[in-house]
Nanobody, 122 residues
Framework: QVQLVESGGGLVQAGGSLRLSCAAS????????MGWYRQAPGKQRELVAT???????TYGDSLEGRFTISRDNAKNMVYLEMNSLNPEETGVYYC????????????????WGQGTQVTVSS
C-alpha cells in the first residue's frame, strides 16, 4: 500500500553534510506533501521540512539556511540536503508523505517511513 525507502543516512563529522533520499511507492493514494521529520534520543518527533506538490516549502525552526528540501514529482522522490550538522541533530530521520485516497477530497493520511539513522560526531 505504502512504501517509503530512505537512504543516505550514516555517520558524519560535526560541521559536515549529508544528503538524504526517499523513494515513495504508493498505490491507491495520491501524494500531496512530502518531507522529513526527525527524532533525537529522548525527544519527540519534530518537523524538519515539508514540500508540497506545487513546491511550497516549510522548514522547522532554525533549519532554513542550513537544510534544503527538494522533490521530484515524476519519480515520487524527496531529498534533504543537510549542511553544518551539529551533534545535537543526531537522531532518526523519517521520510514523510501526506496521502489522499484516490478519488477522494478533504481526507488526508500522514505516513512516515521506517527512518534512517543520522549520527553526527564531534
Amino acid at each position: 500500500q505504502v512504501q517509503l525507502v530512505e537512504s543516505g543516512g550514516g555517520l558524519v563529522q560535526a560541521g559536515g553534510s549529508l544528503r538524504l533520499s526517499c523513494a515513495a511507492s504508493i498505490s491507491i493514494f495520491t501524494i500531496n506533501d512530502m518531507g522529513w521529520y526527525r527524532q533525537a534520543p529522548g525527544k519527540q518527533r519534530e518537523l524538519v521540512a515539508t514540500i508540497s506538490t506545487g513546491g511550497s516549502i516549510t522548514y522547522g525552526d532554525s533549519l532554513e539556511g542550513r537544510f534544503t528540501i527538494s522533490r521530484d514529482n515524476a519519480k515520487n522522490m524527496v531529498y534533504l540536503e543537510m549542511n553544518s550538522l551539529n551533534p545535537e541533530e543526531t537522531g532518526v530521520y523519517y521520510c514523510y508523505v501526506k496521502l489522499r485516497p484516490q478519488g477522494t477530497f478533504g481526507i488526508n493520511y500522514d505516513y512516515w517511513g521506517q527512518g534512517t539513522q543520522v549520527t553526527v560526531s564531534s
